[in-house]
């Protein structure tokens, strides 16, 4: 994490990035885009995975990297269950629902890895780095 300057450079994030830039355009016409609560819901949760990873980032601790981080990984589960409901009430093929299912669960398996990373970690961030004991 400290050759890390900027949240855009993790990879987790790019890959939250890559699912809102799907995701979005597809609330925007067909059956989905009337379905508005399901709509908002849909588009709440993929912005607040890659949010949350900006933002742990961005507290310069590590300890509050991971509470974020965990937020992260529980709004790409969030996506993954409307996926479902939005299969169900046929707004997406099966085949697009594979493929942004797979993604979100690439992002709450990268996730997961970084978060056990940190909690191994001694770095407490650069929000201690000249803190006295």
């Known amino acids: 994490m400290s050759t ?3 949240f855009e450079e993790l990879e987790v994030w790019q890959k939250a990035r890559v699912l ?5 355009p ?14 908002e819901q849909l588009n709440g949760a993929t912005g607040s995975a890659m949010d949350n990873i900006a933002e742990g980032f961005g507290r310069g ?13 529980g709004s790409a589960s969030e996506v ?7 299969l169900d009430r046929e707004y997406f093929s099966a085949a697009l629902f594979q ?10 398996k990268m996730t997961t890895g970084f978060i056990e990373y940190l909690n191994k970690s001694d770095y407490k961030g650069q929000k201690f780095k ?3 004991k």
């Open 26 to 39: 597809l609330t925007q016409g067909g059956k989905l885009s009337k379905d508005f609560k399901l709509r």
């Open 99 to 108: 493929e942004l299912y797979i993604l979100a669960d690439e992002i709450c």
């Open 61 to 73: 601790s590590r300890l509050e990297f991971v509470q974020f981080l965990t937020v992260a990984r």
């Open 4 to 6: 890390v300057k900027k």
């Open 80 to 86: 993954q269950s409307q996926l479902y409901r939005c």
């Open 20 to 24: 809102e830039n799907k995701i979005f």
């Open 130 to 132: 000249d803190r006295k």
